[in-house]
């Protein structure tokens, strides 16, 4: 027997939450509205689920390569950026259009600023955004049909034949319009939309399986969301409306955004305090986006200028030290 | 009943199933027994015998130097074989008294006998215990007379005994409750007749329902003593978090308890106080928990302050595995150590031996995800006092009270991405102190410059 141990400081255990399991987490959250996502408008979904999550894996491990980096491929981080981002594009979308939009967030916005844990804005969003500047077109195209039988050349080329399928406007352009929506099929989400945004009932419930395993808190999303509805409430134009506000809640991106990008680690406050006062700013500036402005990418926008204040967030609420307030002790 | 806790901490992983049902076993030593003359805060015990001076259960064989000290005493019978360096389970290498044991444990006078506290005055009472080396056997090992004598002693509204143990696989104070409990209620009667307006509060973890269930039975007809239950949770028994919990008072670094009108004790202590001053015997032996997945038969035993952890260890049925990590003390705070064959001094709890290093893991990137600060009992903000520390950003680190941290170690243990947060925000710690007293020590050098010219 040595008589020799291991040394090192304390403390000497570790719980058994890592990175990976908490990207692991992640990443099993978003598999019902992946699963729903691929059901309410076909296989074509697939295709673009694996091309995005591909091209964030492969950039990352290519760039760590390139640069003689530790390979950080590994802790599941850009796998959950790749899914987020397919959830996010238009089941339409050719599919070099949604590999660009991989490259990106794992080059531009995650890895030149430093990797994991020093991007100042949500990959996956981020590229969204990028996309959406670029092809506003291509990327406001929300089919609403499935295509049942695709052959292998509808499936690979650019979406053209999807396209053909639109049909009439999303349920926020109908809000906007003044007209009333199906509040059910928005809330199952047998609506168009991108292919993860539309169902609320999938993503609560893997939000519902984060909040669980204590991936995330509450805080963030409920502050978001109704901050967003007493927005509404005031300045939507129409009053007490159950109908309006549910739709404006169940409606485009606010639920993935609100319990997907809006509690991103690396892009929202640590602190208890900040994470509430986040929740607010973005649920004004959702309003804004939304009520006042144009109506489109409300919550993208929101969440990535909610992201650039971060840092002034956690500075301003930062707890005071313990024994150290001024309140009297005894 | 509602259960007393703090913000922040964590739950683990407890382990103390592994050793609570084992009753006690005194273990007497076979080798020579070591004495470290620093086994407390405070300047080291000045040594009061040579080589070759034979010494008796009992005897001051180092005596305190100083305001902060404490006396060593032997627990054995036999002759000094030496002075000198040995390395103890702080990591450090310490002058030490060797006694080699003549196995006859002939005591001293007046060793062992009865006396009663109620005819002694209160300096009486704080000179015996003195006298018999008690210091904190919680951990810290502070000087427990410098605690019994507070500045303003009629300000003292609260005498605690922590009986906490929040620390994992630790069960040596549980034992300690459940079999001797008229020892910590005698200590505590003790403490409580140096403070005239205290109320005495028992503050136990609620995983010891047993003990809790006993001590509110013995203390029934007790007007000024009170049992609490405490929530399970670590860093429970720490300093700060018990005070805040018993008493809803805050205190920081720069403040000790006995300024919020507290005296607090861990039972072991008190245990001792009751013997020491009740019963003439002074601070000889402490209860030691062997435990952890590699340690055969994982229990607690009384062994005399000096013994090599190698007997304890082997009285344990040795290690069924080959451990990787050896810990002394908690799991949480304690030390690791390449070696056992190191002696039990007054403030180690514990050996425990570890199949597997959970600790040997590569540090990560941050994710931000704020649990640091969420478990930080103090509230801190432990990635940005690691971050500072690292980037020796001293004014950074004091801004954001970094020579606040209390060492807990929560931060690291819920850290995803394994980043060393206590490690570094202690070791900076370390060096913001040693620059402050360079800092002092410079500003006075050239005042006495000044004065000489």
């Known amino acids: 027997m040595s008589d020799f141990y291991n040394v090192s400081a304390a403390p000497h255990i570790r719980s058994p939450i890592s990175t990976k399991s908490i990207m692991q987490d992640v990443v099993i959250a978003l598999i019902p509205a992946s ?31 390139l640069m003689k ?40 916005v995650k890895m030149l600023y430093g990797g994991l844990g020093q991007n100042f804005m949500n990959p996956a969003l981020a590229a969204r955004v990028f996309l959406f500047i670029s092809f506003p077109a291509r990327m406001s195209s929300f089919a609403l049909e499935r295509i049942n039988s695709p052959g292998v050349k509808d499936f690979l080329r650019d979406g053209a034949l999807v396209l053909d399928g639109v049909s009439g406007a999303t349920p926020l352009g109908q809000l906007k319009a003044g007209e009333g929506v199906d509040l059910f099929k928005m809330f199952v989400g047998n609506i168009g939309g991108t292919i993860g945004e539309t169902s609320a009932l999938a993503l609560l419930l893997g939000a519902a399986y984060l909040v669980y395993r204590k991936v995330i808190s509450l805080r963030i999303p409920l502050s978001y969301i109704i901050s967003f509805a007493v927005f509404a409430l005031l300045f939507g134009g129409n009053g007490f409306d159950v109908n309006y506000l549910l739709g404006q809640i169940l409606g485009g991106g606010l639920i993935i955004g609100a319990f997907y990008m809006a509690t991103d680690y690396v892009t929202s406050p640590s602190t208890h305090k900040g994470q509430i006062v986040f929740g607010i700013f973005l649920g004004i500036m959702t309003g804004i986006f939304r009520i006042i402005g144009s109506g489109v990418e409300g919550v993208s926008y929101a969440i990535i200028l909610g992201n650039l204040l971060v840092p002034m967030i956690n500075m301003f609420t930062r707890p005071k030290t313990f024994g150290k307030e001024r309140v009297k002790n005894g | 009943m509602a259960r007393l806790t703090f913000m922040g901490g964590i739950h683990t992983f407890d382990g103390k199933d592994l050793s609570k049902d084992q009753p006690l076993v005194t273990l007497l030593p076979k080798g020579d027994l070591v004495f470290p003359l620093s086994q407390h805060i405070g300047a080291p015990a000045k040594p009061l015998v040579e080589k070759g001076d034979s010494v008796l259960v009992g005897q001051i064989i180092a005596e305190s130097d100083g305001m902060i000290s404490s006396n060593i005493i032997s627990s054995v019978s036999g002759t000094v074989k030496a002075i000198e360096k040995r390395l103890t389970s702080e990591g450090k290498m310490i002058e030490s008294i060797v006694i080699v044991n003549d196995h006859e444990y002939t005591i001293i006078e007046g060793y062992g006998a009865d006396c009663d506290y109620t005819k002694m005055s209160k300096d009486e009472i704080r000179n015996k215990v003195k006298e018999a080396g008690i210091v904190g056997l919680g951990g810290a090992g502070f000087p427990t007379h410098v605690k019994l004598t507070p500045k303003d002693e009629g300000k003292i509204d609260y005498v605690i005994v922590n009986g906490a143990e929040c620390e994992p696989y630790l069960t040596s104070d549980y034992r300690l409750m459940l079999e001797y409990p008229h020892l910590v209620i005698g200590g505590l009667k003790i403490i409580l007749s140096l403070f005239d307006k205290a109320k005495g509060v028992i503050a136990i973890e609620d995983n010891k329902p047993d003990v809790i269930a006993k001590f509110k039975d013995l203390v029934a007809n007790e007007t000024n003593i009170e049992v609490k239950a405490l929530k399970t949770k670590y860093p429970q028994g720490g300093e700060r978090q018990l005070v805040y919990a018993v008493t809803k008072r805050r205190l920081n670094s720069k403040k000790l308890p006995a300024d919020l009108g507290c005296i607090v004790n861990n039972v072991g202590t008190v245990a001792s106080i009751y013997m020491a001053v009740a ?41 069924k595995t080959q451990p990787k990590k050896l810990i002394f003390g ?17 403030t180690t709890s514990s050996i425990l031996g570890f199949i597997k290093d959970e600790a040997a893991v590569e540090e990560s990137a941050c994710i931000r995800c704020g649990r640091c600060n969420e478990h930080c009992p103090l509230n801190l903000m432990p990635i940005g006092l690691q971050m500072a520390g690292i980037h020796n950003e001293y004014e950074k680190f004091l801004k954001m009270d970094g020579m606040e941290c209390c060492g807990c170690g929560c931060c690291s243990y819920v850290c995803p991405a394994n980043r060393s947060l206590t490690q570094t925000i202690l070791q900076t710690k370390q060096v913001v102190l040693s620059k402050q007293q360079e800092h002092h020590e410079l500003h006075e050098l050239h005042k006495n410059h000044a004065e000489n010219k």
């Open chain 2, 330 to 346: 908690g799991p949480m705070m304690g030390t690791s150590m390449f070696t056992f064959k190191l002696p039990v001094t007054k």
């Open chain 1, 69 to 108: 980096k530790p390979i950080t491929p590994g802790d599941y981080s850009d796998v959950v950026t790749g899914l987020l981002l397919a959830l996010n594009l238009p089941v339409s979308i050719p599919i070099w259009m949604a590999v660009l939009g991989g490259v990106f967030a794992i080059l531009i």
């Open chain 1, 35 to 65: 699963l729903f996502g691929i059901f309410n408008f076909g296989l074509r979904a697939v295709l673009v689920i694996l091309s995005t999550v591909l091209a964030c894996v492969i950039t990352e491990y290519t760039y760590c390569k």
């Open chain 2, 279 to 319: 019963k003439s015997t002074p601070l000889t032996h402490r209860i030691v928990t062997v435990s952890g997945d590699a340690v055969a038969n994982p229990q607690n035993f009384y062994v005399p302050i000096g013994t090599n952890f190698e007997e304890i260890v082997e009285a344990a049925g040795g290690f």
